[in-house]
């Protein structure tokens, strides 16, 4: 009996040094962080105003993208046949997410996805034309 006893104090240790271990601090001090944010890519373009065109779900979407050198300053879309409201709607959304992130890294809108994909697809080709890199703004 008396050996029962030393086998469950020992293995209760262990549970309570393993125990223990799961409540350690694992903050970082401030100003540091463990998972620092990558740099963006520098981006450079071109200046000037570009159109493209890919396929959305009825037709070529017709796309204009104007740039400076460092960022994407409008997006128009000249030409359409999705489907009225949420056509518009996807590309208005779309427009403006890579306007004021500065990415092509965004989603694309529940039931438009053909038409956000070719809005990105075309944007994506204006950035070609204009010689920057659009993989630089994926990440």
């Given at each position: 009996m008396h050996q029962n006893t030393k086998v469950t104090a020992i293995i209760f240790s262990?549970?309570?040094a393993f125990g223990l271990t799961g409540c350690a601090s694992t903050s970082t001090p401030s100003g540091s962080s463990a998972n620092p944010?990558?740099?963006?890519?520098?981006?450079?373009?071109?200046?000037?105003?570009?159109?493209?065109?890919?396929?959305?779900?009825?037709?070529?979407v017709k796309v204009e993208v104007v740039l400076?050198?460092?960022k994407i300053l409008k997006i128009t879309v000249l030409d359409h046949n999705e489907s009225t409201g949420v056509g518009d709607e996807a590309f208005a959304k779309i427009?403006?997410?890579?306007?004021d992130n500065q990415t092509l890294?965004?989603?694309?809108?529940?039931n438009a996805t053909l038409s956000s994909n070719a809005l990105l697809k075309a944007v994506e080709d204006c950035i070609v034309q204009a010689g920057g890199d659009p993989e630089?703004?994926?990440n």
């Open positions: 262990f549970i309570m944010e990558p740099e963006k890519a520098a981006v450079h373009f071109n200046a000037g105003t570009y159109t493209a065109e890919a396929e959305g779900k009825f037709a070529p400076d050198s460092e427009s403006g997410k890579i306007l890294a965004v989603d694309t809108i529940s630089a703004l994926k």
